[in-house]
Every structure is written in C-alpha cells, then in structure tokens.
C-alpha cells in the first residue's frame, strides 16, 4: 500500500510538471510572436506553480516582466522585477537589463528615489551604458523639471475616448489624430501585442473643441465620468474581437493599451483621408505646408500587398499621398522604407524641404532613432542619423518641427520624469545640434509624454499622454502658456577658499537684481559651500560674497538671452585678508567722469573704488558735473573704475593725496583713442618691446568688455612715397591685429586700416624739414571704437 502511494505521488509530479512545461511552452509561443497579452496571463499560470526549476522561474519572470512592460503595464512591471531583482543571487549576463527595465518602471511609478538606487545598480553592471549615470543624477533631484509648473495650462479635451487618442496634427483649421475607435458597427480587429485595436486617422474640426468645457488635469468632471458609462456597448466594439486569417505579427511605435469600455466619441469627428486608412495601422502624419501632400505611418501593407520582414514581423513605413480634386491619391512609399525594419513618424521642417521621422534601421545608436532626409532635385536623399546628442540607447520618437525650425520629440533614454518624455531641440542648421531640454513638467508627467503640436514660443499647443489613467490609454491634452517661457533660472553658488579650494560654509551672498524694487536679498552657503536660488528670467544681478577674514568678491550676473532653461553653476573663490594695522580714514579720492573725445561731464555714471588692501568696494552715482569723492584709508592705493550702458574706460590706479583730483574719461562708439607709446621703426611693421606693454593694456580692455569691436589704425610720417606708406601702415595695423589675436582676442572684434601719411598730427608733410623726433609722433598707431555695450 504505501509503495502505491508513492507511486501515485510520484506520477501526480511527473503530471505537474508536463502541465507547467506545456503552460511555459505556449507562454513563449505567445511571446515570441509578440503577443504579450496573451502571454502575460500564461506566464502568470506557469509562475502559480512549484514544479519550475530555478532557472525556469528567473526566466519567466524575466519574460513576464517584459510583457508588462511592452503593454505599458508599469505597476505590475514593477511588481515583477522587484521579485526578479530580489532572486538574483549573484551578477548573470542575462538579467542585467532588467535592472534598467526595473529602474524605468520605478520611475513611471513616481519613485524616483527607488529608482535611482536601481540605476545606480545597472550603472556599474553596464558601464558603457550612460544612462545610469544620467537618471542617477537627475532623481537626486528631480524637482528640477517641476520648475515652472504654474506657467502652463493643460487641459484635457472632451474629444478623448475611452479608446486611444493620440498625436495630433494640425490640417485646415482642425486636427488630425491617430485613434484606436471604429465608427457604428464596424468590425474591431485587434493588435496582438497587447489586444489593442489598430490604429486609424481622424479628423476634428477646430470649432468642435475650440470653446469646449474641458476637464481639468487629474481626472475627468463627474459628469464626464458619468456620460461614458451610460453610452451602450455596440456590437464590434470590444477589444478582444477575435483576429482574422489575414492577421499576422505586426509592431508599431507605442500604440497606447485600451482596456475593454464602452467607446463615447464626438459627433463632430470623422475618419480621415478616406483610402488612407486601412485594416492596420495608421498616423502619425505630417503636411506641406499648403496642405497639399500628407506624409504618414502605415504597416507594410499597400495596395493590397502585405509583406513581412525575414524574421516574420510586419513593420512600419512612411507613405505619401498628394490631393486631388478633394480627395487624396493613391499612396506612394518613401525610397527608404525597408521591409527588415521600421520607418515612421514623420515631421517636416517649415518649408517642407526636410523630413525627419524615427526608425529601427540598422547602425543607430539605440532602439528607435531620428533621422533625416532632404528633397533635392524632387527625390528624397539618403537618411542621415540626428546624432549622438539627439539619440542615445533608448527609443527616440514623435518628432515634430516647430514654425522656428525647432525641433520636438519624445525619448526613455535622455533623463525624464519617466516613460517618454518631450525634449525641446534646438538646430543651429537644421541638422545640428546646439541643446537639448527635457521641458518638464506639466508638459511632462512619470508616464508617456509624446506626439507635441505648437508654435515657435511654445503659447499653444497639443500633446498625447496616457496620465490621466494610470498609462492605460493615450489621450490628447490642449495647453496654454500663462507666463515666461522659463519660470526661473536655477543658479548654483559655491562659495570656497582661494588657496586651500575648501568650500566656505556660512558665506554672505548679498543678491541685487538690478532694475527691481526691493530686488535685495540675502542668504548664506550651507555646509558644503553651496546655495542654490531661483532667479528672475531676462534679468540682471549684482552678487556679492562676503566671509569674515576674506576679502569679498562683487561681480555681476545676467539671465538675459540664454536659450535654455538648464542649472547654471558660479564659482566664486574668496581671498584671505592680509593682516594690516588698521588707520584712521582721513584721506580723500576726488575726481571727475568726463567723456574721452570732447572732456564733457558726465551725468549718472555708476562709480566704484576698489581698496587694493582688503578688496572693499565703495561706489557713488556722479551728479551733472561728472564729480565723484570717497573718503578712504591713505595707505593702500585704490583702483577706479566707471560704469554706464554702451560706454566704456579703462580705469585708472590711484593713491590718495592731499587735493588730488583724478579726471576719468569715458570711451563710446566712434570715438578714437590713441594708443600712447606705440610707435615704429623708420620702414618698419613689428611692435616694437617698448610697444608690448601698450598692446597688453589694450588685451586687457578687449578682454574687459567682450562685446567691444575696435578698428586698429595706424600712421606713418610723411617720407617715402604715399603708395609705399599706405601699405607699410597696412602692415603695421596687421600687425597690430595679429598681436591681440595671438593674444586671445577674437579676429571677427578687429578690423584693420592703413592710412599712410593721410592724417598727420603735425605740418611734417613733404617737402617740410622735420626733426627725427617730429616725424616719430606720426608713425602712431590708433583705436577707433566701433561697438561698445
């Protein structure tokens, strides 16, 4: 009896396990055919019971985790992972991505901190992988990208469904989108991936959601809610309408997943394009400009023809169909389209000569990158990959091309609040890159972020994002911009010691915003040296570091023209204080502002006096006789400089002395100033030793105002003949040049002119005897100011 039993236990196992192997077998048919839905509910099965081996169970719940994934399931995805992580016993080539897709799900979820801690995980498991490093750093502090939250209105548009709604485009005075709905009674085939029907264009006229009531971003009004559950289910309108005979494996860019509900949709929307939508997926689209041409994504399959790729997968590719007589005309593929790999998303450039869109194609730089192609001689050329600073590991997507020819689109693998993020672009020519931002939130949330529509300021536009219902369904929002387009600018300061380079706790930061009422303030470095403040856009700042027994530092800051809204950082180091014996300030620095050329006064100029001993700063604001007076220690020399808009000095060392007045004078546009002590040898064009340190101090004040532009002239005396003397005072101004270039002074701020024996500054013109001394004063070399800000 007892070996009975045994035997009957020994053969319920063996039936165990042959119905786990065969639940795990189909399971990975389902998934290996890309039907993760499916396949979700097998792996599931299989997990529930005990007779898998260890290896098995990592496996599957590998798998599983991955379908969750691709059905934009995060909570579950998390789930799974987390188990997965957790029975990982030591570092296996096989799981390392699952860390990533682990980290990814974490951060859809809102945790970024969680996340982080995984990223920081897969960083040193997949070293040549930068995006654990850069979500690392960005969700130790993620509030970065919520900056400017009340600077938009999102609006989400009674147009939405309970089915997927997503990408708009903008098409004669409406919208364009891409939806998963079907009209009436009309048959529902469904998208295996993950039970989502196919995808279909629609068309919305502008009035129709122009003034609509609207819900507000977190969820829909009560009786929004309430309209969608009374609307009756139709026959062919749920999800899971069985596939036919001519359904085989197909693959889009994220379709959005539709749960099985009832479908409410507007009276006022209508599919579009009429030929144009087929029985598998369409959108997103593009137009010219005129409207005429459309460009869209579409299965391969065209007229009639259905094709798969080697490995049995029907992909994407890009179609274009022109207008005629109200209708569009038959659909043309683009030249390069491929049956082995996916081609869409299509966005034209302003006028409509550039195409960019996302592909699959080998030899990118992750999963789905952009591309561009350019219409030349009518013909379409050769893709070329966006680059290394557009696409990264991830999936690079939805690109859209404002009227500003600046560029949008969505990614995983640049850092975000999680899923796809928008990032704003900036093309110096239409191909190159000169920034990329994420545009945080609200345009942004931790789910996908994708398919923008807007104008070159970015005041009005349209997105797709599927927040509204935990990442179940796509859905279109309208937002408005209610103030700047960067709500602040974040400054980090670090305050540290000159020579020991250690950071200054407790650091005076005394803040002015110049042009503000009651624009000071004050604040103090923590622990590490450190204080990170929020500053006005287009704005200018006066900051001033203080610390006792440090010299303070006094330098201004401006907001004004940056074209991003990135972190700024400022290092300010601080100087220690010399020990000096204190005196009594008994001495008085006077002086007068006075312009260079006619030595007039000048009114409001902004003077300050720099103590060369402890640093301090006094300044003054001159009256209408251009005078200004400090009262200062007689022991230390002072420099002396003056500040007013599109005027410029080159300052002046003093030392106080009884009745000593100092006379500064001021420079402006089209003014010349002669260059004391640069002179030449008879025939000759180099400057000369003596003349070295004339040109230094000229480096110096090219150096002090950045934005200066000077013309460099020079002279000769009066002997040789004219044509000889205006190519050696040619040579002499290159000359010139040639030094404040090697110098570090850009070529494009200097324009050189020789005007030989032209302009002498005494009568020692030909025929007229001159002393050496004489003709020496007019082989001279002069600045003329031609820009000064």
Known sequence: ??????????????????????????????????????????????LNRSELSEEERLATLSKLGYSYRQVRDTQNAERVYRILIGQLKQYQNDYVPCYLYYAQALASNGKYK??????????????????????????????????????????????????????????KEGLVFVTSKRPGNALKRVFSWDHSAFLDLYYMPEAAFKGETVASLGGASASQRKKRAKNPRTLGEDDYTDPTANDSRT??????????????????????????????????VAFTKDGSKVFFTRNNFNKGKYRESADGINKLKLYVAEEQKGSWGEAQELPFNNDDY????????????????????????????????????????????????????????????????NLYFSSDGHPGLGDLDIFYAQLTDQTAVKSVQNIGEPLNSSKDDFGIVTDGARMLGYLSSNRLRGGSDDDIYRFKREGSLYA?????????????????????????????????????????????????????????????????????????????????????????VPIQPKQPLKSKVRGRILTHTERLPIDGVEVILRNLCDSTVLEMVTGPDGSYEFLV????????????????????????????????????????????????????????????????????????????????????????????????????AMGAVTYLRKNGIASRRMKATGYGEGVLLNTCKDGVKCTEAEHQRNRRTEIKILQVE
């Not at 200066?708 to 000769?716: G, L």
Request: glycine share 8%.
């Open 1 to 46: 009896m007892r070996c009975f039993f045994l035997l009957c236990c020994l053969v319920a196992c063996v039936a165990g396990s042959v119905r786990a192997q065969a639940l795990l077998r189909q399971a990975d048919r389902q998934f290996d055919n890309l039907s993760y839905s499916t396949a979700i509910d097998l792996y599931e099965q299989t």
């Open 114 to 171: 969680e996340s982080q801690e995984i990223y920081d995980r897969y960083s040193k498991l997949q070293q040549d992988d930068q995006r654990g490093k850069q979500f690392s750093k960005l969700y130790n502090d993620v509030s970065i990208l919520s900056r400017n939250p009340g600077n938009y209105k999102i609006e989400f548009l009674e147009i939405n469904t309970t089915q997927a709604e997503f990408s708009p485009m903008y098409y």
């Open 251 to 284: 693959v889009g860019f994220n379709t959005g997943a539709a749960g099985p509900y009832a479908t409410e949709s507007s009276s006022e929307t209508k599919r579009f394009g009429g030929t144009l939508n087929t029985k598998y997926h369409e959108g997103p």
């Open 342 to 405: 996916s081609t869409g998303h299509p966005a034209l450039s302003p006028n409509d000569k550039m195409l960019f869109f996302a592909s699959d194609r080998p030899g990118g730089f992750g999963g789905t990158d952009l591309y561009v192609s350019s219409l030349k001689d009518g013909k379409w050329s050769e893709p070329l990959n966006l680059g290394k600073d557009i696409n990264t590991k991830g999936n690079e997507m939805f690109p859209f091309v404002d009227d500003r020819g």
């Open 488 to 576: 602040c600018r974040e400054l980090t300061i670090h305050v540290f010691d000159n020579q020991t380079k250690q950071p200054l706790g407790n650091a005076r930061l005394d803040l002015d915003q110049k042009d503000v009422q009651d624009g000071k303030r004050q604040t103090q470095t923590d622990g590490e040296g450190n204080i990170r403040i929020c500053l006005d856009p287009e704005s200018d700042f006066r900051i001033t570091a203080a610390m006792t027994g440090y010299q303070s530092s006094l330098l201004g800051f401006s907001t004004k023209g940056l074209s991003d809204d990135q972190p700024l950082r400022l290092e300010i180091p601080l100087d220690t």
């Open 633 to 732: 220690d007689p022991g230390c020399e002072y420099i002396v400089e003056a500040l007013k808009d599109c005027m410029g000095t080159t300052g002046a060392r003093i030392s106080p002395a009884a009745n000593a007045t100092t006379e500064l004078t001021m420079f402006r546009q089209g003014d010349i100033i002669e260059i004391d002590n640069i002179y030449y040898d008879l025939d000759k064009w180099d400057i000369r030793p003596d003349a070295a340190l004339e040109m230094d101090k000229l480096v110096a004040l090219m150096k002090k105002y950045p934005a200066m532009r000077i013309e460099m002239r020079s002279h000769t005396d009066s002997r040789g003949s004219a044509v000889y003397n205006i190519t050696l005072s040619m040579n002499r």
